[in-house]
């Protein structure tokens, strides 16, 4: 995190004219960002819940991108621990630097909430695999704008190629969680990286933000990854921190009260008043609906609606110690859904009960 890197001031450098570039991936080479390009204009609303940021991207407010090629540029199995560690540095600087909290937490758990617990063959039961830096993954509607997630972390990846994606994913989400203000997540690594971009899931197993249905939908899609209803609950509360942008998802408002100084890029719709800090307020803030400057999305409603997951969102409104238990332990279970470990056990950079640190 210590830099805003050649990436950051690549996509500050922009040109208009490269506005209708399409995204290149050329399997051959490695991940490198190489070109600029405005991201999926006009993007479905169907953008994904996902507990985490429907659109909540950088604060930095960052729409336009280099594109990305898919190969990992060095290794496909275990994570070297040492950089780990020193890569967690850059990202504490890098969220320091450009207010990305949410669109960090929104890759990590967008990456590893394809997990389907039905199918049992690696990697096509889908999880915590790296496949989101693939361009077919990218253009599912509901990872609209993760794009720019990977054009600030590149850069890292460079710097540290003893470290797969999909540890550096995981190591993202969870480092922002605890940088906003939030709980200290038990991690483990070692995540393998798939290789092919054939090896992604297909596009809809992420949940919807307007269903027909929100608590059915909520259940339906959390469950096949073996989730159950205070897990639903406790994740939803990320939405603490974020934005929507109706540009890019067609929810909330252009600004609000709230985001129309920032910090970053001005504009966007909130859960919550102080949209960059972790804390209970989302399920305050939904109890209460006083403030139409806040956004409440239909699959934010149903957690006040549905009998069952109303006991947690009661209690995580009125208990912030609660809700942080729960939430860290639901963070660290969704991180490693679907993942193949080297080692098998996975390993620790800090302490984590029955799992080795390396």
């Known amino acids: 995190m210590p830099f805003l890197s050649s990436a950051c001031s690549s996509l500050r450098s922009y ?46 407010g ?3 991108v280099r594109a990305f090629s898919g190969k990992p540029s060095a290794t496909s199995s275990a994570s070297d621990p040492s950089q780990l560690k020193s890569a967690r540095k850059d990202i504490e600087e890098l969220l320091r630097t450009t207010f990305c909290h949410p669109i960090m937490i929104r890759l990590g758990w967008h990456d590893a909430g394809t997990y389907d617990k039905n199918i049992k063959e690696w990697p096509r039961r889908g999880g915590a695999n790296g496949s989101l830096r693939f361009e077919g993954e990218l253009k599912h509607a509901a990872n609209a704008g993760l794009v720019n997630a990977l054009a600030l972390l590149q850069p890292i990846k460079d710097r540290y190629p003893g470290i797969t ?15 906003a203000g939030g709980p200290k997540i038990r991690m483990k690594y070692g995540r393998k990286d798939v290789t092919e971009p054939e090896q992604c899931p297909e596009e809809g197993r992420l949940p919807d933000a307007g ?4 608590a059915g939908h909520l259940r339906a899609v959390f469950y096949r990854m073996g989730l159950d209803d205070k897990e639903i609950v406790a994740l939803s509360g990320a939405h603490t921190l974020g934005r929507a942008r109706p540009d890019r ?3 909330g408002k252009a600004e609000t009260k709230y985001t129309k100084d920032g910090p970053g890029a001005p504009g966007g719709h909130s859960w919550t008043v102080q949209w960059l800090q972790f804390d209970n307020s989302y399920f305050q803030d939904i109890k209460e609906r006083r403030d139409k400057d806040l956004l409440v999305l239909p699959t934010d409603a149903a957690l006040f609606e549905d009998p069952s997951f109303k006991v947690y969102a009661e209690r995580y409104a009125e208990d912030q110690d609660a809700f942080f238990e729960d939430y860290a332990e639901a963070h660290a279970k969704l991180s490693n859904l679907g993942a193949e470990f080297d080692p098998p056990q996975g390993f620790s950079i800090d302490g984590v009960p029955n799992c080795p640190e390396v």
Do not use: K
């Not at 269903?211 to 929100?214: I, K, L, N, W």
């Open 165 to 179: 994606y999909a540890d550096l994913f995981q190591l993202a989400s969870a480092t922002a969680v605890e940088a």
């Open 249 to 251: 998802s067609g929810w």
């Open 62 to 64: 960052v729409g336009l």
């Open 211 to 214: 269903p027909p249905s929100p």
């Open 15 to 60: 040109s208009p004219s490269a506005s209708r570039i399409s995204l290149r991936f050329f399997a051959a080479s490695p991940l490198r960002p190489h070109m600029y390009l405005r991201f999926f204009n006009g993007i479905a609303r169907r953008c994904a819940f996902l507990c985490c940021f429907l659109v909540a991207e950088s604060a930095t």
